[in-house]
């Protein structure tokens, strides 16, 4: 059972790049799906979630307008389109899975419950 994160890397402000998130060992269905990020010296940031059932999503608001996270069910993958990238967006970027989730709660910084993490992908804003 396992996640696996891929799509980072460098990227120059203003561009993009789509991370993806492959579930294997068991099915994304009846799981909310979440991608969070942290920087050097910062804590874990919860940035954009999706909800099992509704696929109703979440994002911070730093990235609202800007990301957008989607799935694929026949491919068992999560992705996260990031667009007009910042500096401020480097982060190593991790995607997390818990059963029965709705997205606001799976995003909130006091959520313990995930049941599977990736091992993240790094992503570097920089000119």
């Known amino acids: 059972v396992q996640l696996v994160e891929s799509g980072g890397g460098l990227v120059q402000p203003g561009g993009s790049l789509r991370l993806s998130c492959v579930a294997s060992g068991f099915t994304l269905d009846a799981y909310g799906i979440g991608w969070f990020r942290q920087a050097p010296g910062k804590e874990r940031e919860g940035v954009s979630c999706?909800?099992?059932?509704?696929?109703?999503?979440y994002y911070a608001d730093s990235v609202k307008g800007r990301f957008t996270i989607s799935r694929d069910y026949a491919k068992n993958t999560a992705y996260l389109q990031m667009d007009s990238l910042k500096p401020e967006d480097t982060a190593v970027y991790f995607c997390a899975a818990d059963r029965g989730v709705q997205a606001p709660r799976l995003c909130s910084p006091d959520y313990r419950g995930v049941d599977y993490w990736g091992k993240g992908t790094l992503v570097t804003v920089s000119s």
């Open positions: 999706i909800s099992w059932r509704d696929d109703s999503d």
